[in-house]
């Protein structure tokens, strides 16, 4: 997709905050850290539109933003991450699957994980959930570019087996924009079968 704008919608912290329903969306997540952000950045083509930390952690708001004045991404809190204080751990998972169980525009979910290490507990809790409640997704396993393509390739196998299910896993680079291309067929192919009768309504 050629990238002709890009806009930061808003920051939503509570349901009543969620941007109306017009636009088929897809969300972006995974552990904290891991990079969710910087695919975004990386997929548009801008520098610093979702933002990225070194610091883990810190955003438990949903991040909308507007692509071409017809989708919306959004960037999820990121999960997992040991020093958060466990009550804001524990609403991770309610702000979250909340999300992806109500918003009715959702047509894609990407989950990310991190291509040097096997995938954690969380990720395949997630990709569970995402599984047992029927929501098409995509895994990403991201900072292709830390490893060696003989690593690579051994661990996007693991990854596949874990997490992959019918879907390949694709490798990313947010710093090379390996994958780049494929992530946005896989985008482009969602929101042209998401044809549904909320986006018909909008015309
Ligand atoms: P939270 O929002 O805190 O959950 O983090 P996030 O998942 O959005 O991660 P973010 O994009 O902020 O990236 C975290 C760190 O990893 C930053 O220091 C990035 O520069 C680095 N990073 C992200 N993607 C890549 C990548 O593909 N390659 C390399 N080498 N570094 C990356
Ligand atoms: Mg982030």
Redesign the pocket.
């Known amino acids: 997709m050629k990238i002709s704008s890009t806009e930061f919608v808003k920051s939503a912290f509570a349901e009543e905050g969620w941007p109306r329903v017009t636009l088929p969306e897809v969300a972006f997540l ?10 975004i950045n990386s997929l548009l083509g801008v520098r610093g539109l ?10 438990q708001a949903l991040n909308f933003f507007l692509i071409n004045k017809r989708l919306h991404f959004v ?1 999820l ?2 999960y997992g ?1 040991a020093r958060v204080p466990r009550d804001v751990r524990e609403s991770w998972g309610e702000i979250v699957t909340n999300y992806l169980a109500k918003r009715e525009s959702l047509v894609l979910s990407i989950q ?1 994980v991190d291509s040097r290490h096997e995938p954690t507990t969380l990720d395949l809790q997630l990709r569970e959930w995402l599984q047992a409640h029927e929501k098409p997704f995509l895994t990403v396993a ?5 490893l060696s393509n003989n690593e690579l390739r051994k661990n996007l196998e693991s990854a596949h087996k874990l997490l992959g299910g019918r879907n390949q896993v694709i490798a ?4 090379t924009k390996r994958g780049r291309d494929e992530v946005w067929r896989a985008i482009e192919e969602a929101v042209t079968v998401s044809q549904s009768p909320f986006l018909k309504s909008e015309k």
């Open positions: 995974g552990r904290s850290n891991v990079g969710k952000s910087s695919v979702a933002r990225t930390s070194s610091t883990p952690g810190r955003t960037d809190p990121g991450y990310i991201t900072k292709s570019d830390k990313y680079s947010a710093v």
